[in-house]
Nanobody, 125 residues
């Protein structure tokens, strides 16, 4: 199986910074995109930023200029540097890995999407 383990969440004052990390482990052959989503209480989960295998990145308008996504493909790890945090950034942040191809047997592979367990980010005013 494949596991995504997130770290780096916490409590920070408005204007502060946090860095989230997400490492994927398992019998991974390849991963297409890796990204971050967030879900605030009473709201739907939304895309924050994504980083594709070709090196392109995309951001939600609400975080452009403040958040930076990066990826270490050799380590199957994605990072999210969050600067100038605002109270409205408070949410549970989830890591997602798209089109993860893993070996299930000597002659078979399987492609699936995976989610991390989430890490809480709280920004106080």
């Amino acid at each position: 199986q494949v596991q995504l383990v997130e770290s780096g969440g916490g409590l920070v004052q408005a204007g502060g910074s946090l860095r989230l990390s997400c490492a994927a482990s398992g019998s991974i052959l390849s991963i297409d995109a890796m990204g971050w989503y967030r879900q605030a209480p009473g709201k739907q989960r939304e895309l924050v930023a994504t980083f594709t295998s070709s090196g392109s990145s995309d951001y939600a308008d609400s975080v452009k200029g403040r958040f930076t996504i990066s990826r270490d493909s050799a380590k199957n790890t994605v990072y999210l540097q969050m600067n100038s945090l605002k109270p409205e950034d408070t949410a549970v942040y989830y890591c997602k890995a798209d089109k993860v191809r893993r070996r299930t047997s000597p002659w078979e592979t399987l492609q699936s999407d995976y989610w991390g367990q989430g890490t809480q980010v709280t920004v106080s005013s």
